[in-house]
């Protein structure tokens, strides 16, 4: 028997779930949280098959479940810990919105090619899954002319320069026993996500910067948008 890989997002989010079961009444994409466009970077989302990819709590599916009107949203997420207070909070939300513990990867693999309308990814699974395994994946799971909109960190936490290669970096993390380990995190250049997403079959694609504001924990973030090209 394998013994399952610690739990790294165990900590993520936990004293906010023991405070705030509200649905957000606003989408931010904004690394602070606090700015930015919203929603209508998804494009409208009503009646739509909608996937948010390292979902987390899923306070941002739960905000798009209660205040748009997509047909499903699927709220992925790999955390056991981080599913579990998703549902807690918000499975009363169901059946619109489906909170599922899932590598992204094998969710989007597995899930029938065109089944999605609308990917998206607020600092989520896309930052932190292997590019070239995510990307096609979710191209293929998305309609011709689907859309994927994720936001990303456009500097590294402390001010260093994005990759200028596919290249990720050992960040550190915490077990849920406190030990001190790393996980790999993708901050890559604009054009290396460009590159990135037309090799994986996405065309129309265009990144903006969203300003991290003035603070120590701030951080300046991409909003990247792309569309599966016709195949
Ligand atoms: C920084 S958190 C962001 C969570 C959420 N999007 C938010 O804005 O609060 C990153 C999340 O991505 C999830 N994640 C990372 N890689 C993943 C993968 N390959 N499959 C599923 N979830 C993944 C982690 O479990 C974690 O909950």
Known sequence: MTTPPADLWHHYGRARHATDRAVPDAFRWSWSQDSGPGAAALGDVTGLHVGDLGAGTARHAAHLALHHQPARIDAVDASPAQHAMAADLYGHLAPRLRIEQADVVSHLRAAAG????????????VDFTEQ??????????????????????????GGARARPDVQHADVPARTPDGEAVTMRRWVL??????????????????????????????ADAHLVTACRGAS
């Open 132 to 157: 070239r395994e995510l990307l096609p994946a979710a191209a293929a799971a998305l309609r011709p002319g689907g859309r994927l909109v994720f936001s990303t960190l456009a500097h590294y936490l």
């Open 189 to 218: 250049q604009e054009q290396v996500w460009s590159k990135l997403l037309t090799e994986a079959g996405f065309t129309r694609i265009s990144v903006a910067v969203l300003p991290g504001g003035a603070g120590p924990r701030t």
């Open 114 to 125: 065109g089944a999605y309308d609308v990917l998206y990814s607020v600092f989520g699974a």
